[in-house]
């Protein structure tokens, strides 16, 4: 339904995300493109918290997530979805947020054992 009003041409083929993505790609894109907008946008996609910063003198901005901590879901739609609204000068990247040695260099090896190395980096009970 979303795709006929908003004359998106329908295309199977593709998941059922980068549909939506498209869809909130359109309804964001219609106005001018601000690092409120894109965030919008990029939350609204993956419901993952993050920050756009500008960076005039590089021609580009960053999308940083904040939380959870991992690669967001939708990855693909975001960048899909970003590229349809943003000015075409500029350019983008993407930054993560993983739990760095630094942040559990308080623990030992025997605290960690219970943990996979996936958790090590992603889950925010190792910092407890």
């Known amino acids: 339904m979303w795709e006929r009003e908003l004359g998106i041409i329908t295309n199977p083929a593709l998941t059922f995300t980068d549909r939506r993505a498209a869809v909130f790609a359109k ?20 419901g993952v918290k993050c920050i756009v910063i500008e960076s005039n003198g590089n021609y580009s901005f960053i999308i940083h997530f904040i939380y959870p901590i991992s690669v967001p879901p939708n990855i693909t739609a975001i960048i899909s979805a970003v590229e349809k609204c943003k000015p075409a000068h500029l350019s983008f990247s993407i930054i993560y947020r993983f739990i760095t040695w630094r942040e559990i260099s308080n623990k030992t090896w025997r605290q960690l054992l219970k943990y996979t190395w996936n958790d090590i980096k992603t889950n925010e009970e190792v910092l407890s």
């Open 27 to 46: 309804i964001f894109g219609t106005a001018t493109s601000t690092c409120e907008q894109i965030k919008k946008l990029t939350e609204a996609i993956t």
